[in-house]
């Protein structure tokens, strides 16, 4: 989220739905801010990607797109771009399109709250919003662990799906392999964010063969380019927890924290505090929260979300506890 007005003030303001619907109306018309969960600096990264970058080579390929915000602001920049234009290429757009009731938290100040049920297809809204652009756009509707890629090379791979080992493994073992190396950029809109661990240690273990391209201020987003050809156990493995060790993780996120704005650390942080949260190793958790404080990481963000989940669980371990004895 891009921060036009003091992040406390927002959090009032989100309290408070009439307040916060109006705000996100006020402030998309003026900075004309697409309807998304991507910040307005994100969407304009896209564009000028899209207009100034491109270079014709491979496809562009959104995964988890949702309204759009992306797949658009993509397509708006590489309709002006010859390269993209002469090559005749789309930019493929992949979702379930299958509406989940988290989403409506996004949806503040749209003409579109409320309109779609749990379980409901919202494709025909995605074209809707992307019609101006239909020629160059094109939705895959289906689940990523199950659908395929077609083969071509892929320039831009932009990542918004892994929100599972299984998610994460797909999307490795699909597309990673058609990433030109020197040329292809991959925009992780999930890097600082912290429900999303695998990322962090998945980079880290490419580390050798990706550099960070551009840290989107005022995003979750972290842009990498591919230096080098990806060997092929390494886009074959199965991953999971079990596939790194102690050391792995503790170098994976000291990486990470040492080349991430100042902005994005107790995010990044946070993600690995999530780690053992996730395998419900609450002692863990809380050794390494701790660890972070005593490093430097400040208390602010999804390092306050950390904490919470973890005084959460603590307490429903002890209520267990209680009820047992
Ligand atoms: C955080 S939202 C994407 C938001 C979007 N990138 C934006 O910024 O506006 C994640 C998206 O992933 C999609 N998704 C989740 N699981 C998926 C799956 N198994 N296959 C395809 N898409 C999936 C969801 O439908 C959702 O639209």
Not at 38 to 54: H, L, N, P
Not at 185 to 213: G, K
Request: glycine letters at 6%; charged letters at 25%; one cysteine or more.
């Amino acid at each position: 989220m891009s921060s036009l007005i003091p992040q406390k003030l927002r959090q009032a303001l989100r309290r408070n739905s009439i307040m916060h619907g109006a705000y996100m109306r006020l402030k998309r018309r003026f900075t004309s801010q697409l309807v998304g969960m991507t910040s307005k600096a994100e969407q304009d990264f896209c564009t000028r990607y899209g207009r100034e970058i491109y270079s014709g080579e491979g496809d562009v390929v959104d995964l988890g797109c949702w309204l759009g915000s992306t797949t658009i602001t993509l397509a708006r920049g590489l309709s002006e771009n010859n390269a993209f234009v002469r090559a005749g290429r789309t930019v493929h757009a992949y979702d379930l399109f299958v509406w989940s009731d988290w989403m409506n938290e996004s949806l503040a100040g749209t003409g579109i709250s409320g309109r779609f049920a749990e379980g409901e297809s919202f494709l025909a809204e995605f074209e809707r919003r992307s019609a101006r652009y239909s020629e160059h756009i094109e939705p895959h509707a289906g689940d990523l662990t199950k659908i395929r890629w077609n083969g071509g090379p892929i320039e831009f791979l932009l990542v918004d799906a892994m929100k599972n080992w299984d998610l994460t493994n797909a999307i490795i073992h699909d597309f990673y392999p058609y990433l030109i190396p020197g040329k292809s950029l991959v925009m992780h809109q999930d890097f600082a964010f912290w429900l999303v661990p695998w990322i962090h240690v998945l980079q880290w273990r490419l580390r050798d063969h990706f550099e960070i391209y551009d840290d989107i201020q005022g995003s979750t987003s972290l842009v990498f380019k591919l230096t080098s050809p990806i060997p092929v156990e390494l886009l074959t493995e199965k991953y999971s927890y079990k596939r790194f060790s102690r050391q792995d993780l503790n170098s994976a996120y000291e990486y990470f924290l040492d080349r991430v704005s100042p902005a994005k650390r107790p995010n990044v942080a946070a993600a690995k505090v999530l780690w053992f949260l996730d395998q419900n190793d609450v002692s863990e958790a809380g050794k390494v929260l701790n660890d972070l404080i005593q490093q430097g990481i400040p208390l602010t963000d999804e390092m306050l979300a950390a904490r919470e989940m973890l005084e959460s669980r603590k307490s429903a371990a002890e209520d267990l506890v209680d009820r047992v004895l």
